[in-house]
């Protein structure tokens, strides 16, 4: 049976940083997924995806999420940065789907399952959009607060339709 | 996973025109699980379209229950029909897609058959929809044909459907 998915790259962080960049990612892929197990060095934060290096209000993201009482939603345009989720001192686990990422013909878009029991944050499902028809080779993760721990660990895999 | 336990089985791209359904036929039974992974936009101007899920061209015995949201506002609904996303409009931004991942585990058993189904579209608009569904075919039959299809309209250029077989090692 053929290798249809299969990981791209990996980064454990030796020391606490406030961004996670990928770059040079093949176009030889259909999806991309990305997995974050980690945790923040202090407090909580919402984290999120910007690529190819922009930071300007070319993003935009709805959030679906439950904080353990109660379920909302909420979204915002002109982001600087897709929304994937919450995160905190507690170990959590992020997982981030980017469709047809290599094309040069459709915007961008996203779809992450966010995975936190720390207190003041929540599960949430999300859905993102890069307003740019432009293919995705780089991929930078960030948090908007604070930093991702030591030990937290990003991979990237590729889904092969072939 | 193991990685060489998931292989693409068909895909389907929307071309030249549009389609009023992706489907997959002559699904083989050697696999364990399916995955479908779509992208997708509808051709309709009033903004949005139900995508339903049916298998071997039956359409009748589903059921699904949601939580649902649109960026202002979570709900939940329950309903007997076969519906597992919402679908963009013609009326969105320009070349936005959304995004929807259906799981169907033990697709050729003997028991009914249930699928998850994670959905998302954001168009830079007002209103988005984000969805969960647990849907559900009360038809114990082995899955050899899966159809999406649309309440309204139709899936547009550059719309596709992968479904990939699951291999547990």
Same mark, same amino acid.
């Given at each position: 049976?053929?290798?249809?998915?299969?990981?791209?790259?990996?980064?454990?962080?030796? *020391?606490a940083a406030?961004?996670?960049?990928?770059?040079?990612?093949p176009g030889?892929?259909? *999806?991309? $997924?990305?997995? !974050?197990?980690?945790s923040?060095?202090?407090?909580?934060?919402?984290?999120?995806?910007?690529?190819n290096? *922009?930071?300007?209000?070319n993003?935009?993201?709805?959030? !679906?999420?439950?904080?353990?009482s109660?379920?909302?939603?909420?979204?915002?345009?002109?982001?600087t940065?897709? !929304?994937?989720?919450? $995160?905190?001192t507690?170990q959590?686990?992020?997982i981030v789907?980017?469709m047809?990422?290599?094309? +040069?013909t459709?915007?961008?878009?996203?779809?992450?399952?966010n995975?936190s029991?720390?207190?003041?944050?929540?599960?949430?499902?999300?859905?993102? !959009?890069w307003?740019?028809?432009?293919?995705?080779?780089?991929?930078? +993760?960030?948090t *908007?607060?604070?930093?991702? +721990?030591?030990?937290? $660990?990003?991979?990237i895999?590729?889904i092969?339709?072939? | 996973?193991?990685?060489?336990?998931?292989k693409?089985?068909?895909?389907?791209?929307?071309?030249?025109?549009?389609?009023?359904?992706? /489907?997959?036929?002559?699904i083989?039974?050697?696999?364990?699980?399916?995955?479908?992974?779509?992208?997708?936009?509808?051709?309709?101007?009033i903004?949005?379209?139900?995508?339903?899920l049916?298998?071997?061209?039956? #359409?009748?015995?589903?059921?699904?229950?949601?939580?649902?949201?649109?960026?202002?506002?979570? #709900? &939940?609904?329950?309903?007997t029909?076969?519906?597992?996303?919402?679908?963009?409009?013609?009326?969105?931004? #320009?070349?936005?897609?959304?995004?929807? @991942?259906?799981?169907?585990?033990?697709? #050729?058993?003997?028991?009914?058959?249930?699928a &998850?189904?994670d959905?998302?579209? /954001?168009?830079?608009?007002?209103? @988005?929809?984000l969805?969960l569904?647990?849907?559900?075919? &009360?038809?114990?039959?082995?899955?050899?044909?899966?159809?999406?299809?649309?309440?309204?309209?139709?899936?547009?250029?550059? &719309?596709t459907?992968?479904?990939?077989?699951?291999?547990?090692?």
């Amino acid at each position: 049976m053929p290798v249809t998915y299969e990981p791209i790259a990996s980064t454990t962080l030796g *020391d606490a940083a406030s961004t996670v960049t990928f770059s040079s990612i093949p176009g030889t892929y259909t *999806d991309l $997924i990305l997995v !974050l197990s980690g945790s923040l060095t202090s407090g909580t934060s919402v984290w999120g995806l910007q690529y190819n290096s *922009d930071t300007a209000g070319n993003y935009s993201w709805t959030s !679906l999420r439950g904080d353990g009482s109660g379920a909302t939603s909420a979204r915002d345009n002109g982001s600087t940065r897709i !929304l994937c989720g919450w $995160i905190g001192t507690s170990q959590v686990t992020e997982i981030v789907q980017i469709m047809n990422y290599s094309n +040069a013909t459709t915007n961008k878009t996203n779809i992450s399952r966010n995975n936190s029991t720390v207190a003041s944050t929540f599960v949430s499902a999300n859905v993102g !959009l890069w307003r740019s028809t432009v293919a995705i080779n780089a991929i930078t +993760a960030r948090t *908007d607060s604070s930093t991702f +721990a030591s030990g937290s $660990i990003f991979t990237i895999y590729g889904i092969k339709a072939a | 996973m193991s990685f060489s336990t998931m292989k693409k089985i068909q895909s389907v791209t929307v071309s030249a025109s549009t389609s009023a359904a992706m /489907e997959f036929t002559s699904i083989p039974a050697t696999f364990d699980d399916l995955l479908i992974k779509v992208s997708h936009r509808v051709s309709v101007n009033i903004g949005i379209a139900a995508v339903f899920l049916q298998y071997n061209s039956n #359409a009748s015995s589903y059921s699904y229950r949601r939580l649902l949201g649109d960026g202002n506002t979570a #709900a &939940s609904a329950t309903d007997t029909t076969s519906a597992v996303a919402i679908a963009q409009g013609g009326n969105a931004t #320009a070349s936005t897609f959304g995004n929807l @991942e259906i799981y169907i585990p033990n697709y #050729a058993g003997s028991t009914n058959k249930t699928a &998850s189904a994670d959905n998302g579209n /954001e168009t830079n608009g007002t209103t @988005e929809y984000l969805s969960l569904y647990a849907h559900l075919w &009360s038809n114990t039959a082995a899955i050899t044909s899966v159809k999406l299809l649309l309440s309204s309209g139709s899936f547009v250029t550059h &719309s596709t459907a992968t479904l990939y077989g699951i291999k547990k090692p």
